[in-house]
């Protein structure tokens, strides 16, 4: 379905274009309307139409000069003219600056209606030619070894697209594999206290170990972990065999420990990143199995249903991770820990497997946090080689240590980069965010047009001006709810909304959630509006 923007100074003829013709059986929408060009260049900034449909005289920006900014900032985007009689030499510049083609006013139905459908089969046509170019340049490159490795890595971590699942489809049929049963392992060197061996030798060690076990080559994560698509049938007494060749193996070129975690099986490509999670899940949960280096996800499982849930703690743990303090996230860990003691007041040994248990279901939680997951599975793994005789409470520590560098990690990553030339305005915005600042105030502090300053504040901050003001009024009022003392209303005054309805409504669309049902998710009493 392709976006049409129709851009008319008259509110009669845009009512008219809208209702003119079947829209959808041309394979069009209406993406929205403007009444001239600088307001329709506005448009497209929050939005990218496929078609303009433009009348030629219009004030402010015509459309023309509506034309002339599209052909240089939006290759590709058709541009069609309204025009009438007596503005054929329009419609000739029009053409020269790369219009697709014209339309006589008064419009006639049937000819929009052809019109549009060449506009459409137009499109289709650039497309399906840019996809086979894309498919071509892919396939080209995807038969060596490291392509073949990097396609691995995006299927694990999901970020391949569905031509490079396609591409990788095709490609192991050439090599007369057919991918319907298959499982994950992820493999962990342990690092060593002063170890000098560089990785690549590690590496090889790991690749001839593994060559045996898979038609496709080992995938290497970081310098500690490794993961293998294991599409062979091997029975688990084989691999346990093959490990253990594989630790004298990798003794030869370093001192590491050699851990292993095995998904569960699968039979799908698009299974792939969901068997990469169960084995990271399984190799986390093998630290704690007291000298067992292969731990397999369907007896990881069993493990699991054993650990009592705490309730509601890990969530909010998680919840203070992601934009909480350093005092909350201790605070957060502690009561769950504190929670753990309590269960098993007199016998230390389960309180230790319940406190190893709560990791792992920690460690699982956060692998299905989509801002998060990638954030813990490039850090090294939890609590690796905490001797099993050393006391909780240095084991909490740790696992502090661990979150905050999340934590870090993650607001780094969130935050808005300052741009070069923008700090002073980020900064403004920063300040004065609860306050009613709109684009036309701070393009106005900046000398500049409102459609200059919305530009180039998109270009240089990487989303709207709206976009981002709603962002960072979300992010405040997200603290101030975990605060039971004020009022939902009051919160919403703080952030810059008047109005606690329509407060309520930009919340839940921005989280999922009202803020009602965020307080209750976290177990933070309420107090009514």
Request: glycine share 6%.
């Amino acid at each position: 379905m392709y976006k049409v923007l129709i851009v008319e100074d008259e509110w009669l003829v845009r009512e008219g274009l809208k209702h003119t013709i079947d829209w959808e059986g041309v394979g069009c929408r209406i993406m929205g309307e403007a009444s001239d060009g600088e307001m329709a260049l506005r448009l497209m900034e929050e939005e990218t139409p496929d078609i303009v449909l433009t009348d030629i005289r219009m004030p402010e920006m015509d459309g023309i000069q509506l034309a002339a900014e599209i052909a240089s900032r939006y290759p590709g985007m058709k541009v069609v003219f309204l025009t009438g009689f007596d503005e054929f030499a329009y419609a000739q510049q029009a053409i020269k600056l790369g219009a697709a083609d014209y339309v006589l006013k008064p419009t006639n139905p049937d000819e929009l209606t052809q019109l549009m459908g060449r506009m459409a089969a137009k499109l289709d046509e650039e497309r399906q030619r840019r996809t086979e170019r894309e498919r071509l340049e892919h396939k080209l490159a995807f038969g060596q070894p490291l392509i073949v490795e990097k396609m691995l890595y995006d299927l694990m971590l999901d970020h391949a697209g569905a031509m490079e699942q396609e591409l990788f489809l095709e490609y192991a049929a050439e090599q007369g594999e057919v991918l319907d049963a298959f499982r994950i392992a992820l493999l962990y060197a342990e690092p060593s206290a002063g170890e000098s061996a560089p990785p690549g030798e590690l590496y090889r060690s790991i690749a001839a170990w593994s060559s045996g076990l898979s038609s496709y080559p080992l995938v290497r994560m970081n310098d500690a972990k490794y993961a293998l698509l294991l599409d062979r049938e091997t029975e688990r007494a084989e691999l346990h065999r093959l490990l253990d060749l594989a630790r004298f193996s990798a003794s030869q070129a370093t001192q590491r420990q050699l851990m292993l975690g095995v998904s569960g099986r699968h039979n799908r490509l698009d299974q792939v990143p969901a068997a990469f999670q169960q084995a990271t899940h399984a190799l986390v949960t093998s630290f704690f199995w007291g000298g067992e280096r292969i731990a397999w996800f369907e007896d990881t499982e069993r493990l699991a249903a054993e650990v009592p849930a705490l309730p509601g703690l890990l969530e909010e743990l998680i919840e203070a991770v992601k934009w909480g303090t350093e005092a909350s996230i201790r605070a957060k860990s502690q009561a769950c820990f504190t929670w753990i003691v309590q269960q098993h007041p007199t016998n230390e040994l389960e309180a230790r497997k319940a406190f190893f248990g709560w990791i792992v279901s920690l460690y699982t939680m956060l692998l299905h946090e989509d801002e998060l997951r990638l954030i813990v599975q490039d850090s090294a793994l939890l609590l690796t080689s905490l001797d099993r005789t050393v006391r909780l409470e240095d084991g909490l520590d740790r696992l502090n240590g661990m979150l905050l560098s999340w934590s870090v990690r993650y607001q780094e990553q969130t935050k808005p980069q300052s741009r070069s030339g923008f700090e002073e305005i980020e900064d403004y915005i920063g300040r004065h965010y609860a306050e009613d600042i709109t684009l036309q105030s701070i393009a106005e502090r900046c000398n500049m047009s409102e459609s200059y300053f919305s530009r180039l504040f998109k270009k240089q901050v990487g989303t709207s001006f709206v976009d981002y003001l709603t962002g960072l009024r979300m992010r405040r009022a997200k603290e101030l709810l975990t605060n039971p003392r004020l009022k939902i209303y009051e919160v919403g005054l703080q952030v810059g909304y008047q109005d606690s309805r329509y407060f309520s409504q930009i919340f839940r669309k921005y989280t999922g959630e009202t803020p009602t049902e965020f307080r209750k998710r976290l177990g933070i009493p309420n107090v009514p509006i």
